[in-house]
């Protein structure tokens, strides 16, 4: 258990540093993370409380679809 914590609090932490810079995604599943991080920011506070990830949003009903405007352009 403490091996995975870490690991995750690893991978959210290099995700987070990616999403508050100007580092452009090598894949699609990255650019989604950047984007659901910068809409968790930006966007209306009663929703996108998933800082990485549509997961707690889909569990607590407060997933919006995002705009197509609002996708993080791809590399």
Known sequence: AALGFTLTMMQYGVAHLAAHTDYVPLTRWGARMQAAHR????????????????FPDLLAGTWDAPPRRDAAPRA
Do not use: E, I, Q
Not at 39 to 54: A, C, E, I, T
């Open 39 to 54: 809409r968790h920011h930006d966007r209306d506070v009663r929703r996108w409380f998933g800082v990485l990830s549509p």
